[in-house]
């Protein structure tokens, strides 16, 4: 084998290692990468969690403002419920 030969695989066989080298210890590593899938779902099930909760209050104020509209309609019709500031002013339908 000569020089030249010999040279060329040293070559390789280096970056071969540097190469093997950066797939375990470097910045995109299998174990970095690893890492950070196992962060990422922990991150995307926090949000669905949020999600979740965020729904769940949001139908929540939903139910309170229709229920108080209810009760205030109900109050007003049935009880004549009148605000502060409010003229109630009832109309009587006489016969003819």
């Given at each position: 084998?000569?020089?030249?030969?010999?040279?060329?695989?040293?070559?390789?066989?280096?970056?071969?290692?540097?190469?093997?080298?950066?797939?375990?210890?470097?910045?995109?590593?299998?174990?970095?990468?690893?890492?950070?899938?196992?962060?990422?779902a922990?991150?995307?099930?926090?949000?669905?969690?949020?999600?979740?909760?965020?729904?769940?209050?949001?139908?929540e104020?939903?139910?309170?403002?229709?229920?108080?509209?209810?009760?205030?309609?109900?109050?007003?019709?049935?009880?004549?419920?009148?605000?502060?500031?409010?003229?109630?002013?009832?109309?009587?339908?006489?016969?003819?």
């Open positions: 084998m000569n020089v030249a030969a010999r040279l060329v695989t040293v070559l390789l066989l280096a970056l071969l290692g540097w190469l093997h080298a950066q797939l375990w210890l470097g910045r995109g590593s299998v174990a970095k990468v690893a890492q950070m899938k196992q962060e990422l922990e991150v995307q099930a926090r949000n669905q969690q949020a999600t979740a909760r965020n729904l769940q209050l949001t139908h104020v939903r139910d309170l403002q229709e229920g108080l509209e209810i009760i205030e309609e109900k109050a007003r019709m049935e009880l004549g419920m009148v605000k502060p500031n409010e003229l109630l002013v009832q109309m009587a339908q006489g016969k003819r």
